[in-house]
Antibody, heavy 119, light 103 residues
Framework: EVQLVESGGALVQSGGSLRLSCAASGFTLSIHWMSWVRQAPGKGLEWVANIKQDGSDKYYVGSVKGRFTISRDNAKNSLYLQMSSLRAEDTAVYYC????????????WGRGTMVTVSS | EIVLTQSPATLSLAPGERATLSCRASQSISTYLAWYQQKPGQAPRLLIYAASNRATGIPARFSGSGSGTDFTLTISSLEPEDFAIYYCQQRKTFGQGTRLEIK
């Protein structure tokens, strides 16, 4: 079964750090761009970051540049998001999402992991 | 940066009725548009890609159309499980969502 499972979400104080993980199974991670997408409570979807198949290219939404780092380990079938200098506005469910081959669409999503930043 | 505007914000319909959801782009995006369904407490699910192609396992009652700046997601006859929030997406931008609720 094709699956993404996130972990690492927690309650953290403003200014703190957290590392999210996403375990992939049922498909070859190394051939896909991968993204993190977040959703603040009661709000819509916001793309956060993505990473190329071999990790050589990474892109971020402006609000997290310099604070978040996306990375991957294809040998471990895993995606990561290192978050630092966390702010209250980073509070959200963070989803790991697979980008469909040859497009920018997200065809597989994990169930998400909750990050709460207290101020 | 392209902005996607969805309308209406909320749509109230009864099971069996036809639903028409709109997504408008601030500039032409050809057919590079996807639609997602999200139910409470669940992750989004890809419904339509490239404006009009149903994703794997998506029922035929879901259809997408449009090109350029105006796009439509149509649900031909609403089933109880279709009441959810729907988002359009182009590249790394999402619309604000349309909530489809039971009338």
């Amino acid at each position: 079964e094709v699956q993404l499972v996130e972990s690492g979400g927690a309650l953290v104080q403003s200014g703190g750090s957290l590392r999210l993980s996403c375990a992939a199974s049922g498909f070859t991670l190394s051939i896909h761009w991968m993204s993190w997408v977040r959703q603040a409570p009661g709000k819509g979807l916001e793309w956060v970051a993505n990473i190329k198949q071999d990790g050589s290219d990474k892109y971020y939404v402006g609000s997290v540049k310099g604070r978040f780092t996306i990375s991957r380990d294809n040998a471990k079938n895993s995606l990561y998001l290192q978050m630092s200098s966390l702010r209250a506005e980073d509070t959200a469910v963070y989803y790991c999402a697979r980008e469909k081959l040859g497009s920018d669409d997200f065809d597989i999503w994990g169930r998400g992991t909750m990050v709460t930043v207290s101020s | 940066e392209i902005v996607l505007t969805q309308s209406p914000a909320t749509l109230s319909l009864a099971p069996g009725e036809r639903a028409t959801l709109s997504c408008r782009a601030s500039q032409s995006i050809s057919t590079y548009l996807a639609w997602y369904q999200q139910k409470p407490g669940q992750a989004p699910r890809l419904l339509i890609y490239a404006a009009s192609n149903r994703a794997t396992g998506i029922p035929a009652r879901f259809s997408g159309s449009g090109s350029g700046t105006d796009f439509t997601l149509t649900i031909s006859s609403l089933e109880p499980e279709d009441f959810a929030i729907y988002y359009c997406q182009q590249r790394k931008t999402f619309g604000q969502g349309t909530r489809l609720e039971i009338k």
